[in-house]
């Protein structure tokens, strides 16, 4: 039974530019949520994708976007990126309606310089 | 504003001593809370997950408690191992929606440090 995957594990893009990351999500889970964690915080929420669309949503500017796909999988996209943008970047999955559970995977290291 | 606050922020504890991490939060209307173990770099992984109907859950060496009226709860490890040295972030969430798990917010965590 595969876990949450994310990719790439890390990354390092320059001021500017634009960075997409992938998670799929643990077998038998369709909803898929996306964190950021700043060093020496904890994770903060993004947004949450269940059927291809985006349910919730934190305070994170328009820059952060994501799409869900048929397969359940997820992308998020950051755009013109911030040297603040750098953090470890978590997807978690879980199943609608089983309410609590979530299951993270390990997470991307973003650095932007 | 909804908050999750933890203390302390670290600690270092022998092998084998036990150790209490603690958790209060103001997150209002609540739905659950839980307690995750972070190693460095990884994905958090969960330990114990409350209602707050609920008083006490263990998972092995770790028990969780929650008191729903003070809005604290606290994670109390057993005869620590050198594999417990991680972070340990307190979530609490607000209530469901659409019978997803609504907002998470998360604490700081505790990094906890277990010597030899």
């Known amino acids: 039974d595969a876990g949450v995957t994310q990719s790439p594990t890390h990354l390092i893009k320059t001021r500017g530019q634009q960075v997409t990351l992938r998670c799929s999500p643990k077998?038998?889970?369709?909803?898929v949520s996306w964190y950021q964690q700043a060093l020496g915080q904890g994770p903060q929420f993004i947004f949450q994708?269940?059927?291809?669309?985006?349910?919730q949503r934190g305070n994170f500017p328009d820059r952060f976007s994501g799409h869900q796909f048929p397969n359940y999988s997820s992308e998020l996209n950051v755009n013109a990126l911030l040297l603040g943008d750098s953090a470890l970047y978590l997807c978690?999955?879980?199943?609608?309606?089983?309410?609590?559970?979530?299951?993270f995977g390990p997470g991307t290291r973003l650095t932007v310089t | 504003k909804n908050q999750v606050e933890q203390s302390p922020q670290s600690l270092i504890i022998l092998e084998g001593k036990n150790c209490t991490l603690q958790?209060?939060?103001?997150?209002?209307?609540?739905?659950?809370l839980r307690w995750y173990k972070q190693d460095t770099g990884r994905g958090p992984v969960s330990l114990t997950i409350?209602?707050?109907?609920?008083n006490t859950k263990s998972n092995g060496r770790y028990t969780a408690t929650l008191d729903a009226d003070t809005k604290q709860s606290s994670l109390h490890i057993t005869a620590s191992q050198l594999s417990d040295s991680a972070s340990y972030i307190c979530?609490?969430?607000?209530?469901?929606?659409?019978?997803?798990?609504?907002?998470?917010?998360f604490g700081k965590g505790t990094k906890l440090s277990v010597k030899p």
């Open positions: 077998s038998g889970h369709d909803t």
């Open positions: 409350m209602t707050f109907s609920e």
């Open positions: 958790c209060n939060y103001t997150v209002s209307p609540f739905s659950n």
């Open positions: 978690a999955s879980s199943l609608v309606g089983s309410g609590y559970e979530q299951y």
């Open positions: 979530v609490v969430s607000g209530p469901l929606v659409g019978g997803s798990q609504g907002n998470l917010i």
């Open positions: 994708y269940y059927e291809e669309e985006e349910r």
